[in-house]
Structure formats: structure tokens, C-alpha cells
């Protein structure tokens, strides 16, 4: 049964930083893409960013330089380290395997201004 368990998201101020995790089971990690989205209030999933089985990334124009997506397939666990927090990354972030359909329970992040 393939699991995917976010984690590490939290209340921060404005121009704070966070890491989110995101644990995998069941499942051959390494061979997958690891993306990262979210979803604010009323609106709809976005991707946020990421990352190849091969370490190449991707990132949305909104937290490109900001944002950085990273991957240790020997813990089966895929991150996002997020600094310069705006109040407008305040979300629910999920993480996925790609083309799997699975998807984590997700993490809330809240930037206050």
C-alpha cells in the first residue's frame, strides 16, 4: 500500500522559513518525480515545483529564488525548503509521486503578515 505522509508545516511570520517532508512507503521512490503543490482557500491546486528522479527541478514563477525542492532516495523522502514566506504562500501544500495518483494528507502553512 503506497503511503505519502507530509510533514513540517507550521504558523511563520512573514520572511520566515520552513522545510516541509514528504515520507514515502510502498513504493519504488526513486524512480518517480516528486512534485510539490498547494491550495489556498477557494482556489484551485497549483504545482509549486519539481523534482526528476534525476534531481533536474522545476519551480512556479512565484517562488522561483525562494524555494527549493530536493530529494534523498535513500530515506524515500522528498523536501521543500521554503524561505522569504510571503503571506500569500499560506496554503495547504501536498506532496505527489508522479503519474501514481497517490497523494499525502497534507501540511498546512500559514504565513502572518
Known amino acids: 500500500q503506497v503511503q505519502l505522509v507530509e510533514s513540517g508545516g507550521g504558523l511563520v511570520q512573514a520572511g520566515g522559513s520552513l522545510r516541509l517532508s514528504c515520507a514515502a512507503s510502498g513504493i519504488t521512490f526513486s524512480i518517480y518525480a516528486i512534485g510539490w503543490y498547494r491550495q489556498a482557500p477557494g482556489k484551485q491546486r497549483e504545482l509549486v515545483a519539481i523534482?526528476?528522479?534525476?534531481?533536474?527541478?522545476n519551480y512556479a514563477d512565484s517562488v522561483k529564488g525562494r524555494f527549493t525542492i530536493s530529494r534523498d532516495n535513500a530515506k524515500n523522502t522528498g523536501y521543500l525548503q521554503m524561505n522569504s514566506l510571503k503571506p500569500e504562500d499560506t496554503a495547504v501544500y501536498y506532496c505527489?509521486?508522479?503519474?501514481?495518483?497517490?497523494w499525502g494528507q497534507g501540511t498546512q502553512v500559514t504565513v502572518s503578515s
Open positions: 505527489t509521486l508522479s503519474g501514481t495518483g497517490n
Open positions: 523534482i526528476g528522479r534525476r534531481g533536474d527541478t
